[in-house]
């Protein structure tokens, strides 16, 4: 496969992908083109299709297309939490928007059907993996169905696609049976549907029924995992939609292999500049999957909650690398992942338990190490031509404290960029429960140890804490104590994140339907412009712009005693003038 292959026909795949190519294994059609490439397939890639021409220019594939809309939702790429069209997207040439349609996965998928008629189509990515089942589309406002019904795509990969896509691919070739495979959904006549399955209630009771939608969101999350996870059946209509059990989790030396593909690491030369290339080009994925399972993230019904890892050796490869690039400054920005600091599984259980949490609250079984991952760092470290590695995503600041101090001090010293990004997300206890986050003493003692730590190292770091507003069960008054803490605590955020109802979430399901999926009690769900607008006005209560939004909901509350308090001593005395 060339970087971007030559035209013509004759090639086995054809990818289409809503994202520019990024030839980086932190673009997924880069992993699946090389992945099928080196199996011996011939890979052509169509980036962003907007015309016939578009779609036509690599021919007719010899066993059909893999279809993205890219590395995210492209309603998310596409529109904010707030439903404006955003003005840029980093995933498109020089950030420009424009290039990727709305519901791009079934935009090409469709344009693929007229244009080629009964060719085999297989979707995966984002898009596809967390709208497999009868989902709540928030940009719609109504619950659609599979997006395997909309698209008519053959079957659809989930999950991390490296074994799936693997396989479906040697089937095409050897006219083999595609509903076998594990980490993928097919729709077929009721008839066929495999015995022992679980179902959930149909797309025509969930799309009426919000106490229906709500179990059958427990039952997807109750049979995620690749040892204990079965066959799960929900009736599309006609059709009965069937998703066999999760992919197998790539071994560690499947891992090394997968990221050890001939990667260009950059964008196609036909763009200017791709600005999603910044933060990856320098930057290593050691992991996959998180046990922290956040309600509100996609993690556990994308990737999973098993951990897996790839080895010391090729984290230091890779490294070693970077090196020899002439481009490079001497600095790695990131050796992380999904959660940076997870390196194994969360206990001894060889599977995950059902509708429990590792971390929050801790489970008496978890299993704490950051052995392997200090390892690592200290050897990249020491490699010649590296001056700092750095940990800038995610790290879990709960299971940090459960460890020995040392690891925080060597994180400290050696590895954060002048800031340290934690998520605490909120302060009251009913709110995190529903966010699936450890109670707020976690943070505050983990605050306390990261000051003290900087201190006797004689740095100066700071601790840059992502709250989120507006999620299901945090009322006003929710909101008026977390704008509290953050006062008390000295704490201004300068950015702040309202909750965004993506599909396939445990927390979209409680937007959606205000009820608990796990024990259908009824939630206070925030849904009006305005009250969401409160609630993140609160959270940055000291901003002048903000100040009427604030007044307002301390008023609807009938805390207007705090108005003093949140926005000064003379506030009352100066609505009284104006």
């Not at 698209?151 to 691919?169: F, H, K, P, Q």
């Not at 939609?241 to 260009?264: F, G, I, K, W």
């Not at 004689?458 to 507003?469: D, R, T």
């Not at 109802?501 to 009006?528: H, Q, R």
Request: net charge positive; charged share 25%; hydrophobic share 35%.
């Amino acid at each position: 496969m060339n970087f971007l292959p030559v035209c013509g026909n004759n090639f086995d795949f054809i990818c289409i992908t809503g994202d520019a190519y990024v030839d980086h294994p932190s673009f997924g059609v880069a992993i699946i083109s090389r992945v099928i490439e080196s199996c011996g397939f011939s890979v052509a890639i169509i980036p962003q299709p907007l015309t016939d021409d578009d779609y036509k220019k690599c021919g007719i594939p010899k066993y059909g297309f893999m279809v993205t809309s890219g590395n995210i939702d492209s309603m998310v790429a596409n529109y904010t939490a707030a439903k404006r069209k955003r003005s840029n997207d980093n995933y498109s040439d020089e950030g420009k928007s424009g290039k990727r349609p709305d519901r791009a996965l079934t935009v090409y998928c469709k344009n693929i059907r007229r244009l080629f008629g009964n060719i085999h189509i297989t979707i995966g990515g984002i898009e596809a993996s967390l709208r497999r089942f009868a989902h709540y589309d928030y940009w719609a406002d109504k619950v659609m169905p599979s997006v395997l019904v909309d698209t008519s795509a053959d079957i659809l990969v989930y999950g991390m696609g490296e074994y799936a896509i693997t396989t479906i691919c040697k089937n095409l070739r050897n006219n083999k049976p595609l509903t076998d495979i594990r980490g993928t959904c097919y729709l077929t006549e009721p008839k066929n549907t495999p015995l022992g399955a679980v179902e959930c209630p149909p797309f025509d009771q969930v799309a009426t029924d919000k106490k229906k939608y709500a179990i059958a969101t427990r039952k997807q999350y109750d049979e995620q995992d690749e040892h204990t996870g079965k066959t799960i059946i929900q009736r599309q209509g006609e059709k009965m939609l069937v998703q066999l059990p999760p992919s197998p989790a790539l071994t560690q030396e499947d891992m090394d292999r997968v990221y050890a593909l001939p990667y260009t690491r950059t964008f196609h030369p036909m763009y200017k500049y791709v600005p999603a290339i910044e933060e990856v080009k320098y930057s290593i994925t050691h992991n996959r999957g998180c046990f922290g399972f956040c309600n509100f993230c996609s993690l556990a019904l994308h990737q999973g909650r098993k951990i897996t890892c790839r080895s010391k050796d090729s984290v230091v490869k890779e490294s070693e690398n970077f090196t020899k690039d002439k481009d490079f400054k001497g600095y790695i920005h990131d050796i992380g992942g999904p959660t940076a600091n997870f390196r194994h599984s969360a206990c001894d259980k060889k599977g995950m338990c059902k509708g429990k949490k590792c971390l929050a609250p801790v489970c008496k079984n978890i299993k704490v190490s950051h052995n392997e991952y200090i390892d690592i760092l200290r050897s990249v470290r020491k490699i010649k031509g590296i001056k700092k590695v750095f940990i800038r995503s995610g790290i879990r600041y709960d299971y940090l404290l459960l460890d020995k101090p040392e690891v925080l001090n060597e994180i400290v010293e050696h590895h954060i960029s002048g800031q340290l990004k934690v998520a605490p997300e909120h302060c009251t206890d009913f709110v995190l429960d529903k966010m699936g986050k450890p109670h707020i003493e976690t943070f505050l003692r983990f605050k306390k140890r990261y000051f003290e730590t900087t201190k006797r190292l004689g740095k100066e770091q700071y601790l840059v804490p992502y709250l989120m507003s507006s999620h299901p069960g945090s009322t006003l008054n929710a909101a008026i104590d977390l704008a509290l803490f953050l006062k008390k605590e000295k704490i201004r955020p300068e950015q702040v994140q309202d909750f965004y109802p993506t599909p396939g979430t445990i927390s979209t399901a409680m937007y959606y339907t205000e009820l608990d999926p796990y024990t259908l009690e009824k939630i206070y769900v925030p849904k009006t412009s305005k009250e969401k607008a409160m609630q993140r006005a609160l959270l940055q209560y000291y901003e002048p712009k903000n100040r009427a939004l604030v007044t307002e909901a301390l008023k609807i509350t009938k805390r207007q005693d705090l108005i003093p308090v949140l926005l000064g001593a003379n506030s009352i005395k100066n609505k009284k003038r104006s």
